[in-house]
């Protein structure tokens, strides 16, 4: 990926994800989805990842992140912040903005620019509502030092009362969190990356971790080393964290022909994006 210019940053400002964050969900359509093998560019694109999917990775996820070294300049976490923002809607993210939450988890959280976009959103719903907000701490962990390095040095917290805190942590070993300690958790392309058993051991240490709710973005294209799992919801479901919002989404705003991500970052992958609500949410005195 090349470093992006002023014009790449405009040409996403059009994709109206200001005026509208969930635009991705309106877009998309199953007829559409038939379709997008007409679209050159992702068929092509599609290619390329099978093609060049790194060894490592497929071999073992979980010792490529270990072990990856990749610190980002800060104008293409910029530009994939904001890129991330289509197929990242936020799905029952007004809920992390509601009196009464105090700590939010992002597991996976990469190089920090989603946890940012968390907060911004948060920050945003306060503005808009002339409310001056209450201490909330969002805490991003991920299995990568580097990563984590890059979440430290880029993100920010948008808000004085906003605390942003990013620490290494490994989800499928568990971390050292007591019982529900965070009222929500995301998982933005974490399952997508974990074996079966991983993702299994993952799902019950989120459900352990998170008291009432749950936001899970992943793949449902299948790629070397990834792994669609379009139920999910199911097995959230059989955690104790009922589905009250699914969709899917493209990677990108859906034509015909070509691309409209000038960096073409991406195949126009499909995901799914969930929240999942607890079924039986503990209450606030036993866990304060
Ligand atoms: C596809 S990336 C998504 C990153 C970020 N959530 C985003 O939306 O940009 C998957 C992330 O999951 C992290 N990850 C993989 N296995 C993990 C584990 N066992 N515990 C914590 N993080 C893990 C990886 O290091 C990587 O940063």
């Not at 359509?29 to 007409?38: F, K």
């Not at 933005?188 to 058993?197: K, N, S, Y």
């Not at 973005?217 to 080393?225: A, F, H, Q, S, T």
Request: charge should be negative.
């Amino acid at each position: 990926m090349r470093i992006p210019t002023a014009d790449d940053f405009h040409a996403l400002e059009e994709w109206g994800l200001v005026e509208n964050p969930h635009a991705a969900i309106d877009d998309y359509s199953a007829e559409r989805e038939r379709r997008r093998d007409e679209n050159d560019r992702h068929r092509c694109a599609r290619r390329e990842q099978v093609e060049n999917a790194s060894e490592r990775f497929v071999a073992d996820s979980q010792s490529y992140y270990r072990e990856l070294d990749r610190p980002i300049d800060r104008t293409k976490w910029t530009y994939l912040k904001r890129r991330k923002a289509w197929f990242q809607p936020p799905v029952g993210w007004e809920r992390f903005a509601a009196p009464g939450t105090s700590r939010v988890l992002d597991l996976g959280c990469g190089d920090g620019d989603q946890t940012e976009r968390v907060a911004e959103f948060v920050a945003g719903r306060w503005q808009a509502a002339g409310y001056d907000g209450f201490p909330l701490e969002i805490v991003g962990v991920d299995l990568s030092d580097s990563r984590v390095e890059n979440a430290r040095r880029h993100a920010q917290s948008p808000h004085g009362k906003i605390t942003l805190r990013f620490e290494s942590g490994d989800a499928v070993s568990g971390l050292d969190y007591a019982d529900d300690f965070f009222d929500y958790t995301l998982a933005m392309g974490l399952f997508e990356v974990l074996d079966d058993a991983d993702a299994e051991a993952v799902l019950d240490e989120l459900a352990r971790l998170t008291a009432h709710g749950v936001y899970v973005r992943d793949v449902l294209d299948d790629y070397p080393g990834l792994s669609p799992r379009p139920d999910l919801a199911d097995r959230l479901a059989d955690r104790g964290f009922d589905p009250v919002d699914r969709h899917e989404c493209f990677e990108e705003p859906f034509v015909t022909e070509g691309s409209r991500d000038p960096l073409a970052v991406w195949p126009m992958n499909v995901h799914q994006v969930l929240f999942a609500a607890a079924r039986d949410p503990p209450a606030r005195a036993d866990r304060y």
